[in-house]
């Protein structure tokens, strides 16, 4: 765009602009973390910390394995199976430093998930906790990895509590269904050999893929999107600019709840480290007493979350009574943040959940709502370096929104570029020229831009809903349900409709087992016009997620036509 007007709204001392080249590469920035704060803790899980000089040496040594394998070199894949554990930033950082590609890979993936990752990314290498290794052995014949480094949970804990959780796991909750790869090593041998193995630092440029990140699917098969180092580092600088302003080296604590094999985890915990901070993995945050009972071990200061994640802590006894007075940083994504959700966390915790946007093919940051700011419904401004446009279905720009006339005429699909855009999508260059084009990205969200600079989602392209010709968006409907108080959680769908060609149905999980249609479509009727009225209204005990908790409306969908 040439005008960028977000930039007079933009707040105190942040630039337009960063410089996405002040590291050579990701494994620069972790030498410089370590040299700077050797002795601090960088990641706690399950009970034990380790330091940045431990992190240092432990990823080391899994490089120098990696390193010395007869048919690994710079540039292969790399894939990791597991949920937050300390291996995971060990092996992230070893992979990188070896200077290979991450692959993550969802814990929970079905075999012909994880068959059609392994096939597409070529991993030849994978570390995987023991829990999920039946499932690569079904599919082992037919992908390229031919060194599997298997885990248990406990491995990087101190004895006896290491043999404790292991035997735990495996024998009293037989949690780690029987397998068998022939050829299967330990971590702690592929440490015990890169320890003695020479490893040297492999020629690296910005430009080098870092990570083969792989989109969720809901679309169709998914799709690697390829991030170099320059564009992850591009969005640390970027995002780090945006929520810093406060904080203090080496003092900060940072609550992870979401899995680090998602873009948005991965990348907000590596934008922590330049500061020497702590940051605690949590394991299983479905388990929300267990989740409180873990934050209440700590005095944090940031912490980053999805809209559901949020609204069940606000509803988990206990939650209401931890120590608030450090925090700083409430970042909420994936997913919209509802305002109900937003005004109760400020309440109860005295801290504002700031809204960012992003994309797994952004690295993943684009655009965030100023700190200390109340939510607003917008996504906020585009972060430093990044260009935001609305486009019509010929591509063409459209004009900002002034708060008058129709808004309809401002609103199309948000288009970005910036240096987190990416490459590509791995090996699919129909894909990439789909999305890309004369430098924009095409987010596939739509939205409009207002004259202070602010863009606002209202909806996935995908996911609008036509009624009688009028354009229904479900996070609008979605939004509206939030508000009343005997619903906990609800998904808006469009189902065919002889007269208006689709309705909207909305399926609802409430707290109030005498909640009907009837009081549903009162509340509606308060809030949105005609057409937009859900005509079908369903209630469930759960709806289904993504792994960081995102509602799955395509699932939602199928299972209303089914």
């Known amino acids: 765009m040439s005008e960028r007007i977000w930039l007079q709204h933009y707040p105190e001392g942040i630039p337009a602009d960063i410089d996405p080249d002040k590291y050579d590469s990701l494994p620069d920035l972790l030498a410089r973390t370590v040299a700077k704060f050797p002795e601090r803790p960088a990641f706690h899980n399950l009970g034990r910390s380790i330091t940045y000089r431990e992190l240092d040496q432990l990823s080391r040594n899994f490089a120098a394995y990696l390193q010395n394998l007869p048919d690994l070199k710079p540039g292969d894949a790399v894939a990791i199976m597991s949920p937050n554990l300390l291996q995971y930033p060990v092996a992230l950082f070893g992979i990188l430093r070896a200077g290979m590609v991450v692959v993550n890979v969802n814990p929970l993936y079905t075999p012909r998930e994880l068959e059609h990752q392994l096939k597409d990314s070529g991993a030849k290498a994978m570390l995987i906790v023991e829990n999920f290794a039946r499932t690569l052995q079904q599919v082992l014949a037919n992908v390229p990895v031919r060194h599997v480094i298997t885990t248990q949970i406990g491995d990087l804990l101190p004895a006896p509590k290491r043999w404790l959780i292991n035997f735990v796991i495996k024998h009293a909750k037989k949690m780690v269904p029987k397998w068998k790869i022939d050829g299967a090593i330990t971590l702690d041998t592929a440490l015990a050999r890169g320890a003695v193995a020479k490893f040297t630092p492999p020629a690296m440029s910005r430009e080098d893929i870092a990570f083969l990140q792989y989109t969720g699917g809901t679309t169709g098969v998914s799709k690697g999107a390829m991030l170099t180092h320059r564009n992850i580092l591009a969005n640390l600088e970027q995002t780090g600019m945006w929520i810093s302003g406060s904080f203090r080296e080496g003092q900060e604590i940072v609550i992870a709840p979401l899995p680090m094999y998602h873009i948005f985890c991965l990348t907000s915990t590596m934008s922590f480290l330049k500061w020497g901070s702590l940051t605690v993995l949590i394991t299983n945050p479905r388990d929300l007493p267990g989740f409180v009972k873990e934050m209440a071990q700590w005095k944090f200061s940031v912490m980053t979350g999805v809209n559901t994640l949020f609204n069940g802590l606000l509803n988990t006894p206990g939650f209401d009574r931890l120590d608030f007075s450090a925090l700083k940083v409430v970042i909420g994504g994936g997913a919209a943040v509802q305002k109900p959700v937003a005004e109760r966390w400020q309440q109860v915790t005295g801290a504002y959940l700031t809204e960012a946007y992003g994309l797994t093919e952004t690295s993943p940051g684009v655009c965030c709502i100023p700190l200390a700011t109340p939510w607003n419904g917008t996504i906020g401004l585009p972060i430093p370096s990044t260009d935001v446009s609305i486009r019509d279905e010929s591509f063409q720009p459209l004009p900002v929104w002034h708060g008058t006339g129709e808004?309809?005429?401002?609103?199309?699909?948000?288009?970005?570029?910036?240096?987190?855009?990416?490459?590509?999508?791995?090996?699919?260059?129909?894909?990439?020229?789909?999305?890309?084009?004369?430098?924009?990205?095409?987010?596939?969200?739509?939205?409009?831009?207002?004259?202070?600079?602010?863009?606002?989602?209202?909806?996935?392209?995908?996911?609008?809903?036509?009624?009688?010709?009028?354009?229904?968006?479900?996070?609008?409907?979605?939004?509206?349900?939030?508000?009343?108080?005997?619903?906990?959680?609800?998904?808006?769908?469009?189902?065919?409709?002889?007269?208006?060609?689709?309705?909207?149905?909305?399926?609802?999980?409430?707290?109030?087992?005498?909640?009907?249609?009837?009081?549903?479509?009162?509340?509606?009727?308060?809030?949105?016009?005609?057409?937009?009225?859900?005509?079908?209204?369903?209630?469930?005990?759960?709806?289904?997620?993504?792994?960081?908790?995102k509602i799955l409306r395509r699932e939602v969908r199928d299972a209303t036509h089914a």
């Not at 005429?409 to 090996?427: A, D, F, H, L």
């Open 407 to 549: 808004i309809e005429k401002s609103t199309g699909e948000i288009c970005v570029r910036g240096p987190q855009v990416m490459n590509g999508y791995w090996n699919n260059p129909q894909e990439t020229a789909n999305v890309i084009q004369d430098g924009w990205l095409k987010t596939g969200d739509i939205g409009y831009l207002d004259s202070e600079g602010r863009v606002t989602i209202t909806d996935r392209k995908k996911d609008v809903i036509l009624v009688s010709g009028f354009n229904v968006y479900p996070n609008e409907i979605e939004s509206v349900l939030a508000m009343h108080p005997d619903i906990i959680e609800c998904a808006a769908v469009g189902v065919a409709d002889e007269k208006s060609g689709e309705a909207v149905k909305v399926v609802i999980v409430s707290k109030n087992p005498k909640l009907d249609k009837a009081a549903v479509m009162a509340h509606c009727k308060l809030h949105l016009t005609g057409y937009k009225l859900p005509r079908h209204v369903a209630f469930t005990d759960a709806l289904p997620k993504s792994p960081i908790g």
